[in-house]
């Protein structure tokens, strides 16, 4: 099992160009997460997809809009790339699988720079 | 104020020391709390979790939390500098059908030889 994916892993833009970064999970889970993880901010949530076919805003949405594209497949899009979201990408999976029991995978990220 | 906050470090220490980590939170509707471990560019994974007040064990690894204090700590016993990485709280509350968790910053910890 390859757990969670990320692509790409590294990426440059401009201000104003847009891009989507992707994410897949071979473990079968209902829910999905987008992340980003700035220094001294900590891992924020961006949106999330509790299953299949739904989406919903986490902490900092604003310039992103997301794809759940299927059960294994959430993308992230930055519409029009600024500085200020220049930061490490990590997207995530879990599931319930005993009482309150829900663990989040974490892929590897992507680190995105917006000059 | 952030409803987690945890001291950044860096915190170095001795191989062999015991290393305390801890989390405060202000959100009394938490009643999840996990330890995620970070090493230097990968993602962060688990590495221990747990819903009650009081001490959970894993090898080196305790976990305490403090509800009436709304207080959360990692001890880590014969630290080795494999130990060396961020380490992460997280919690959440039990509502929802996702689990959407909110994070402390995260502390440094180096482990010297």
């Known amino acids: 099992n390859a757990g969670v994916t990320q692509t790409p892993k590294f990426q440059v833009l401009k201000t104003g160009q847009s891009m989507t970064l992707q994410c897949a999970q071979d473990?079968?889970?209902?829910?999905m997460y987008w992340y980003r993880q700035d220094p001294g901010m900590g891992l924020r949530l961006i949106y999330y997809?509790?299953?299949?076919?739904?989406?919903d805003k986490g902490e900092v949405p604003n310039g992103y809009n997301v794809s759940r594209l299927n059960k294994r497949e959430f993308s992230l899009r930055l519409e029009s790339a600024a500085p200020s979201q220049t930061s490490v990408y990590f997207c995530?999976?879990?599931?319930?699988?005993?009482?309150?029991?829900?663990?989040?995978?974490f892929g590897p990220g992507t680190r995105l720079l917006v000059l | 104020q952030k409803e987690v906050e945890q001291d950044p470090g860096p915190l170095s220490v001795p191989e062999g020391a015991i290393v305390s980590l801890n989390c405060t939170y202000s959100?009394?509707?938490?009643?999840?709390f996990m330890w995620y471990r970070q090493y230097s560019r990968k993602g962060p994974e688990l590495l221990m979790y747990?819903?009650?007040?009081g001490n959970k064990e894993d090898g080196r690894f305790t976990a305490q939390v403090d509800k009436s204090s709304k207080y959360i700590s990692l001890f880590i016993r014969d630290s080795q500098p494999s130990d060396s990485a961020t380490y992460l709280c997280?919690?959440?509350?039990?509502?929802?059908?996702?689990?959407?968790?909110?994070f402390g910053t995260g502390t440094r910890l180096q482990v010297t030889l």
């Open positions: 995530a999976s879990s599931q319930r699988t005993s009482g309150i029991q829900e663990t989040q995978y």
């Open positions: 473990m079968n889970h209902n829910s």
């Open positions: 997809s509790a299953s299949e076919g739904t989406t």
């Open positions: 959100n009394s509707a938490f009643q999840y």
């Open positions: 747990t819903y009650s007040s």
């Open positions: 997280a919690m959440r509350d039990l509502t929802g059908t996702a689990s959407k968790l909110t």
